[in-house]
């Protein structure tokens, strides 16, 4: 039997995984398992081979190089804190000291830095779908298609890969976000993340022509029919985040903002889109989004439905207007009505 101090982090990272399952989300397990893939990745690549050569000195400088790569606060919190729970899974099988976790030291953030401020800006959403709506050699393609549901519904990516062909409702104009973990797709906050979402005649439009003309007709291994569908049947998340990527690049619609020129730049590449500095994941347009429905002054509640997130984390950690922004787009109409006018009472 193989000693727990013999595991290699990246035995120790699966080990933790297969714990989490009986008490934790799909999504709960992916999450982690990313961040601990970085973390197992760093570990190898300093020839850190088995988890009892972990020390306070090895956390620190995993630390301090997701910083001065450029990771954002929340990001880094959110990663120390998943090597904390995976060294007190070790320590709680004898793999390593039971001292070892509380070695790892979680950043302590201000409110302001508790979530990113990266999103697709309004502005830069209007000037991609009006680069796709006007132009009939991208019209309704996948990318296209993608970025019209994202934005008008402020969806997670999970949602989007849930959706079926039978889900869209042309004439009614809306789409029906289920939760089906039994085949696949299951959403975030499961039953309680079902909701009917109404969207535009406009994105109607592209869709109707994006299932006509540029969908792959294909069923995944359930033998359902994907709305977003691609050569192998239903994308994967990775696959969804990609499209996003690559249809958010500035570039495809004015010069590109870095100096570079798209024929010779990498970032129009699948495995490199992810990399440019203005493209934007499924995440942060739904920041954006639930941003630009505040900004046209969508009730929070309605707003509040159609993401599937409460009040209060709309708040917190996805509403990103500045305070400049609220002033001119959600305050300004108001001031009128602070003025005495010609008939008001002196």
């Known amino acids: 039997m193989q000693a727990p101090d013999d595991l290699t982090p990246a035995e120790a990272r699966e080990y933790y995984l297969d714990d989490l399952r009986a008490d934790s989300s799909d999504h709960t397990i992916r999450s982690y398992g990313y961040r601990l893939t970085q973390f197992v990745e760093w570990c190898e690549e300093h020839d850190v081979e088995q988890v009892s050569e972990i020390s306070g000195w090895t956390i620190d400088q995993f630390k301090r190089d997701r910083q001065s790569m450029g990771d954002e606060p929340v990001t880094v919190k959110g990663k120390m804190v998943a090597v904390k729970q995976l060294l ?44 796709y709506r006007n132009d009939p050699g991208v019209y309704a393609t996948n990318h296209h298609a993608l970025l019209e549901v994202l934005w008008n519904t402020g969806a997670r990516l999970s949602g989007i890969r849930t959706l079926d062909l039978e889900d869209y409702y042309p004439d009614r104009q809306f789409l029906d976000f289920k939760h089906r973990p039994e085949t696949g797709t299951g959403l975030k906050n499961d039953e309680d993340g079902e909701r009917p979402v109404s969207i535009p005649e406009t994105v109607c439009d592209v869709l109707d022509a994006y299932i006509e003309r540029d969908r792959w007709e294909k069923r995944d291994d359930h033998g359902r029919q994907p709305l977003f569908s691609c050569r192998q049947g239903r994308p994967s998340a990775s696959t969804i985040r990609s499209w996003c990527y690559l249809a958010t690049q500035p570039c495809l619609h004015q010069e590109c903002p870095h100096g570079e020129t798209r024929p010779t730049c990498e970032y129009p590449h699948r495995n490199k889109a992810s990399q440019c500095p203005s493209s934007r994941s499924p995440h942060q347009v739904r920041t954006g989004s639930i941003t630009w429905h505040r900004d046209r002054g969508i009730p929070m509640e309605v707003t509040a439905e159609r993401v599937n997130a409460s009040p209060d984390v709309i708040e917190r950690h996805y509403d990103k207007a500045s305070a400049v922004e609220r002033m001119e787009k959600r305050r300004r109409k108001y001031v009128q009505d602070l003025d005495f006018g010609d008939n008001s009472e002196q």
């Open 88 to 131: 007190d899974y070790c320590a709680r099988i004898d793999a390593v000291d039971e001292d070892l976790p509380e070695k790892v030291d979680i950043p302590s953030l201000s409110r302001a830095e508790e979530t990113s401020d990266t999103k697709l800006a309004a502005e830069d959403a209007q000037a991609l779908l009006e680069y």
